[in-house]
Antibody, heavy 120, light 106 residues
Framework: EVQLVQSGAEVKKSGESLKISCKGS????????IAWVRQMPGKGLEWMGM????????RYSPSFQGQVTISVDTSISTAYLQWSSLKASDTAMYYC?????????????WGLGTLVTVSS | DIQMTQSPSSLSASVGDRVTITCRAN??????LNWYQQKPGKAPKLLIF???SLQTGVPSRFSASGSGTDFTLTVSSLQPEDFATYYC?????????FGQGTRLDI
């Protein structure tokens, strides 16, 4: 069974750093793109970027380029999303999704989400 | 960026109704269009990929069509579990973009 298991909710202060994770199982992790999607409270879905675990090729949305870093550790089938200095406006639910890339198949498996709350 | 616009933004319907949601791209995306359903507090779920292909396990009351810039998602006979928010998403070009969502209420 394909699963993407995300790390737990985080409560942080502005200026702090954070790294959240998404562990894939039930499939060959290195052969599918993993994307990150932000959903701010009460708002829609925003694609932040994606990484191909096989070669760590990474693409970012211009809206998030320079604001976050996406990385991967294929030895433990885990993708990461990190911030070096959080802002209150980073408060949101963050989802990882398999296959949410420029292809015809769509994001077929999603994690349950990681809620990040940043206080000022 | 490719802009995706859904209409309506919200829709009230009843069990058994047939409903259609429209999604328009501001440039051609051929058939690189996917539809998702999201229920409150849950992750999005892929319903339709490549404009008209039903994802495995999705009920056949869901259907979709379109190509180029105009797309539709239809639910033929609404069931109680279908009341949710629906998003279209283009996978033609990076950055991948979503429509703003259509909230389907009873």
């Amino acid at each position: 069974e394909v699963q993407l298991v995300q790390s737990g909710a985080e409560v942080k202060k502005s200026g702090e750093s954070l790294k959240i994770s998404c562990k894939g199982s039930g499939y060959t992790f290195s052969t599918y793109w993993i994307a990150w999607v932000r959903q701010m409270p009460g708002k829609g879905l925003e694609w932040m970027g994606m990484i191909y675990p096989g070669d760590s090729d990474t693409r970012y949305s211009p809206s998030f380029q320079g604001q976050v870093t996406i990385s991967v550790d294929t030895s433990i089938s885990t993708a990461y999303l990190q911030w070096s200095s959080l802002k209150a406006s980073d408060t949101a639910m963050y989802y990882c999704a398999r296959g949410l890339t420029t292809a015809a198949h769509g994001g077929d498996y999603w994690g349950l989400g990681t809620l990040v709350t940043v206080s000022s | 960026d490719i802009q995706m616009t859904q209409s309506p933004s919200s829709l009230s319907a009843s069990v058994g109704d047939r409903v259609t949601i429209t999604c328009r791209a501001n440039q051609t995306i051929t058939t690189y269009l996917n539809w998702y359903q999201q229920k409150p507090g849950k992750a999005p779920k892929l319903l339709i990929f490549a404009a008209s292909s039903l994802q495995t396990g999705v009920p056949s009351r869901f259907s979709a069509s379109g190509s180029g810039t105009d797309f539709t998602l239809t639910v033929s006979s609404l069931q109680p579990e279908d009341f949710a928010t629906y998003y279209c998403q283009q996978s033609y070009r990076i950055p991948i973009t979503f429509g703003q969502g259509t909230r389907l209420d009873i």
